[in-house]
């Protein structure tokens, strides 16, 4: 837990519910409290702890990480299956002085169909898309093309837009399989998610990696957004750059790229 920050994770999230056996749970959150509540627990990342769902330890998962000494910057809801679950972790927090962000993890079938009430809900910041246990809700097949959960994994990515909320990307099982991990972290990135969850502190970088531009990427967007700006200047709605039409869409795409390469630079600075 101690050598998590220095993954390169932009967040790093402490697991009380399926990483633990069920007769373990009181030790974790013993270990989890105190861990986020160290004097040198000081991390540059994110901390965030995935509590139990409602009904099955929540209450007291959200007892031991909420001391005023622990740092903590948002929590994970596993499960999600509507707005009200957000609801209730919300008000828990609350009436623990503890009012952070909530990141509301997707993966049943009954999450996937409410993913928009849940996005919506005031605590949401964030959703995450859960493709294993969406995989064992429905009686799903696991493939390496993912074909199985792909309308739901869209379905996830509209849901967080409408929403104006992050929307994060399933685990890669294989921690071996970098070139696996890297493509499917690009076709996510393609889906129009903005991250996605690693199990493994050797995924993280590659994950970085395939999120951040390329270099051709960066200088058609620079190009495209400095022929904006001349176009803006003499009133020309529609425009051209290396021979293809450019409108309101491209740009903005080529806006969310620079943002991205900011971002990756940030990271490296820092």
Same mark, same amino acid.
């Given at each position: 837990?101690r050598?998590?920050?220095?993954?390169?994770?932009?967040t790093?999230?402490?697991d009380?519910?399926?990483?633990v056996?069920?007769g373990?749970?009181a030790?974790a959150?013993?270990t989890?409290?105190?861990?986020?509540?160290?004097a040198?627990?000081d991390?540059?990342?994110?901390v965030?702890?995935?509590v139990?769902?409602?009904g099955a330890?929540q209450?007291?998962?959200?007892?031991?990480?909420?001391d005023?000494d622990?740092?903590?910057?948002?929590?994970m809801l596993?499960? /999600?299956?509507? !707005?009200?679950?957000?609801? #209730?972790?919300?008000? +828990?927090?609350?009436?623990? $002085?503890? %009012?952070?962000? @909530?990141?509301?993890?997707?993966?049943?079938a009954?999450g996937v169909?409410?993913? /928009?009430?849940? !996005?919506?809900?005031?605590? #949401?910041h964030?959703? +995450?898309?859960?493709?294993? $246990?969406? %995989?064992?809700? @429905?009686?799903?097949?696991?493939?390496?093309?993912?074909?199985?959960?792909?309308? /739901?994994?869209?379905?996830?990515?509209l849901a967080?837009?409408?929403a104006g909320?992050?929307?994060? $990307?399933?685990?890669?099982?294989?921690?071996?399989?970098?070139?696996?991990l890297?493509?499917?972290?690009r076709? /996510?990135?393609?889906?129009?998610?903005?991250g996605?969850?690693?199990?493994h502190p050797g995924?993280?970088?590659?994950?970085?990696d395939?999120?951040?531009?390329?270099?051709?990427?960066?200088?058609?967007?620079e190009?495209?957004?400095e022929?904006?700006?001349s176009?803006?200047?003499s009133g020309t709605?529609?425009?051209?750059?290396?021979g293809e039409?450019?409108?309101?869409p491209l740009i903005a795409q080529?806006?969310?790229?620079?943002?991205?390469?900011?971002?990756?630079?940030?990271d490296?600075?820092d």
């Amino acid at each position: 837990m101690r050598k998590a920050p220095g993954s390169g994770a932009d967040t790093v999230a402490f697991d009380l519910e399926d990483a633990v056996a069920p007769g373990a749970k009181a030790e974790a959150r013993a270990t989890v409290r105190d861990v986020l509540s160290s004097a040198d627990f000081d991390p540059d990342c994110e901390v965030c702890v995935r509590v139990n769902p409602a009904g099955a330890g929540q209450s007291a998962d959200v007892d031991a990480i909420t001391d005023p000494d622990c740092r903590l910057d948002a929590v994970m809801l596993p499960k /999600a299956a509507s !707005a009200r679950e957000v609801d #209730t972790l919300e008000d +828990l927090l609350a009436e623990r $002085d503890a %009012s952070v962000p @909530i990141l509301a993890l997707i993966e049943s079938a009954q999450g996937v169909l409410n993913a /928009a009430e849940i !996005a919506a809900a005031d605590a #949401t910041h964030a959703l +995450l898309f859960g493709a294993e $246990d969406l %995989s064992a809700d @429905i009686g799903a097949r696991r493939t390496d093309e993912g074909t199985e959960v792909l309308y /739901a994994r869209e379905h996830v990515v509209l849901a967080a837009r409408a929403a104006g909320v992050d929307c994060i $990307d399933t685990v890669y099982t294989d921690i071996e399989d970098h070139d696996g991990l890297a493509d499917e972290t690009r076709f /996510a990135a393609q889906l129009g998610y903005g991250g996605k969850m690693a199990i493994h502190p050797g995924q993280v970088a590659v994950i970085n990696d395939a999120f951040t531009p390329s270099e051709s990427d960066v200088e058609w967007a620079e190009r495209v957004l400095e022929a904006a700006e001349s176009a803006d200047a003499s009133g020309t709605g529609v425009f051209r750059v290396d021979g293809e039409m450019i409108d309101a869409p491209l740009i903005a795409q080529a806006e969310r790229i620079l943002e991205r390469a900011r971002a990756a630079t940030d990271d490296e600075t820092d």
